[in-house]
């Protein structure tokens, strides 16, 4: 059983690690990301995930730009980034404020949105808190409370010390220990060698301070009790590797029980792949992403 949990404490951690999430009121987009627009047609944001790079959907955009306007987000203080904005504070809230500040500045009209763990997660409370802006929503392997995954009682305020102590943690690590943390973790959330390169080169380049604190905001943030109310049209894209030491059935379950309260959401598993689906499945990831927008 310990040897169990202890399986399951690391690949908590290397989901959240891979994680992206946006914050705040009245946030500057400019300040909190930049988005790269490619192609022409109906209007798809592309949101990665923690300490990643919007390189992340690099075959995702070539499947869509000839149909589609296709807008990649990158996120302040990820992946090289520019830290702006996120130099200091809270990253989730601002970010979610950020993407729904450019979908208005832009007059986007309810755009199809895809986001990749903290990013799937971002697009989920994009959708709640400004319904207008999401026409229809993909999440890729997130969870809508990811300290369940430390412990299914968990709630944001018990977990908060246990959070800061995290993020308190990875700041103060020295920059070749997070490196080596990184380069250990990896193989833990993508399987093809040239993936785990490319998560790796990420991750390394990669603020520290603000991954820390993206990580504290997506510990501490449950929005389960805010499903009900969504009202979006939502797709759920989930991972199976058994060789990580889950059953299919588990698998099923963490996934249906953590979604069973948002209305009408479809849950798509796609196997043999880790964290990074896009990365381990390319042609079954680009299969669920042409029945998602059809």
């Not at 009682?153 to 103060?172: V, Y």
Request: aromatic fraction near 8%.
């Amino acid at each position: 059983m310990l040897r169990k949990r202890f399986h399951l404490f690391v690949t908590a951690f290397a989901i959240l690690a891979a994680l992206g999430v946006f914050g705040g009121n009245k946030a500057h987009a400019a300040d909190r990301m930049t988005v790269t627009v490619t192609g022409k047609g109906s209007d798809v944001i592309l949101i990665p995930g923690l300490a990643s790079s919007g390189a992340v959907w690099d075959a995702t955009v070539k499947q869509l730009a000839a149909s589609h306007r296709v807008h990649v987000v990158q996120v302040a203080g990820f992946a090289g980034a520019p830290v702006g904005g996120n130099a200091e504070g809270p990253v989730v809230d601002p970010l979610v404020e950020a993407v729904d500040g450019y979908i208005k500045a832009n007059h986007l009209k309810a755009p199809a949105v895809i986001g990749h763990s903290m990013g799937g997660f971002t697009g989920l409370l994009l959708a709640r808190r400004h319904p207008e802006d999401v026409g229809r929503l993909m999440i890729v392997d997130s969870l809508p409370f990811f300290a369940v995954l430390f412990s299914p009682g968990a709630t944001a305020e018990a977990i908060k010390p246990q959070a800061a102590m995290m993020r308190d943690g990875i700041i103060a690590m020295a920059p070749d220990a997070f490196a080596a943390q990184q380069a250990a973790t990896a193989p833990r959330f993508v399987k093809s060698p040239d993936g785990q390169k490319l998560v790796l080169d990420w991750s390394k380049t990669s603020s520290q301070p603000v991954v820390a604190r993206a990580m504290y905001d997506l510990l501490t943030t449950d929005a389960r009790g805010e499903l009900a109310a969504i009202k979006t049209p939502v797709t759920l894209v989930y991972a199976l590797d058994e060789t990580l030491g889950f059953p299919a059935e588990m698998v099923d379950k963490t996934y249906a029980d953590a979604y069973a309260a948002l209305p009408g959401v479809t849950l798509k598993r796609i196997d043999d792949t880790r964290h990074f689906i896009m990365l381990d499945q390319p042609q079954a990831f680009a299969a669920a992403v042409e029945s998602f927008l059809k």
